[in-house]
């Protein structure tokens, strides 16, 4: 089954053919990044508008780099939540125009679902049960993959994802936007054990998680040094940031796992790229005697592989919509998807 996928949730616009949830065929993506990176964040506008301007271009390429005729797809699959509610609706409308002129199935596919899909397609052997951490700039959470469609959350972030606040220390910082990639390279750079930052605890939640102050500490340092003229080690702040989000990470997800009895654990999403939260999710898998699987690095971002891999698991449990589907800015990755099938039975 070959699936002609989307994304466009924030600021990539991705495409992709992938054939029966595991094979990627092609998968182009157009990054917006060198043009936020002048306004230090996302511009929700402008994305909505640049997905405007390539999607069709990025579904032609993705086709024609899949050595694919338009008659050889048998569904489109789209993001349709969460993410920049403008952004989405891109994507999501070319993919229903596309899925109504072919006359085949629309998938509708929630990005978070995507990314934890993103690991099927590197390690084929990957099937559920699992503990999947999902980090990325806009949800943090740790979610038991109990089926490839049935997944509830055990713990989130109670504010600000890991990621955005990578991207907001980063700045604080003075470094480019998207901030996940230069904070770790800075990182490298010192030992840490320099700067005393939060670590939260949810009372009454133990595996939830916030990061506002711990985003918040960083932006009083770099500033109070700033006023009063002393010096920055830029280097060990960005370290010992680092290190304070991979300690809210990683001991919950273990945690996580050992309640839910699961012996494999994912990483998945933009955050899972970051060389020190990798580092310590694989000695904690060791010490557990669990099963690690990290993604490589060209499949942690926004693409449209992933979306084409988890389509094929929804087609499968008959989650497919009509034209009346909505986009979504929020919604629940254990919510069955808005028109399914499965949401009829349900019902």
């Known amino acids: ?17 992938v054939e029966d949830g595991r094979c990627v065929l092609s998968d182009v993506v157009a990054s917006q990044a060198d043009m936020h990176a002048l306004y230090g964040g996302v511009v929700p506008e402008i994305a909505s508008r640049k997905h405007v301007e390539v999607i069709a271009a990025l579904a032609e390429q993705a086709l024609k780099e899949a050595g694919c005729a338009r008659g050889d797809i048998d569904a489109v699959a789209a993001s349709y939540a969460p993410g ?56 943090t959470l740790i979610v038991d993959v109990r089926d490839y469609t049935d997944m509830e959350i055990l ?37 840490g ?7 939260a605890q949810v009372d009454g939640a ?22 009063v003229g002393e010096s920055l080690d830029r280097a060990a702040l960005a370290r010992d940031f680092t290190q304070a989000v991979s300690d809210a990470l990683v001991p919950r997800a273990m945690e996580a796992a050992r309640q839910a009895g699961r012996r494999a654990i994912v990483a998945a999403g933009g955050v899972a790229a970051n060389s020190l939260i990798r580092a310590e999710l694989e000695r904690a898998c060791r010490r557990a005697g669990c099963r690690l699987y990290l993604p490589p690095l060209s499949l942690c971002g926004d693409n449209g592989a992933m979306i084409g891999a988890q389509g094929y698991y929804e087609y ?10 909505n986009a979504y800015a929020t919604r629940d990755i254990s919510e069955d998807l808005p028109g399914s099938l499965s949401e009829e039975m349900n019902d």
């Open 155 to 191: 713990g989130s972030t109670r504010d600000d994802a890991a990621g955005e606040c990578f991207d907001k220390a980063a700045r604080v910082l003075g470094l480019a936007y998207p901030g996940g990639r230069p904070m770790d390279q800075l990182a490298r750079q010192s030992a």
């Open 1 to 17: 089954m070959k699936i002609l996928a989307f994304e466009s949730t924030c600021d990539e616009t991705a495409a992709a053919v």
């Open 84 to 139: 920049l509610i403008g952004a989405v609706l891109v994507g999501l409308s070319f993919a229903k125009s596309v899925a109504f002129g072919l006359g085949v199935p629309l998938i509708p596919v929630h990005h978070v679902r995507g990314h934890i899909a993103a690991n099927y397609i590197a390690f084929p052997e990957l099937e559920p049960p699992f503990l999947t951490l999902a980090i990325s700039g806009g949800n």
């Open 206 to 227: 133990p595996l939830d998680m916030s990061f506002s102050g711990l985003k918040t500490a960083v932006v009083n340092l770099a500033h109070h040094a700033d006023q």
């Open 316 to 325: 499968q449990a008959g989650n497919v919509a009509g034209m009346e589907l």
């Open 193 to 199: 054990g320099v700067y005393t930052l939060p670590h």
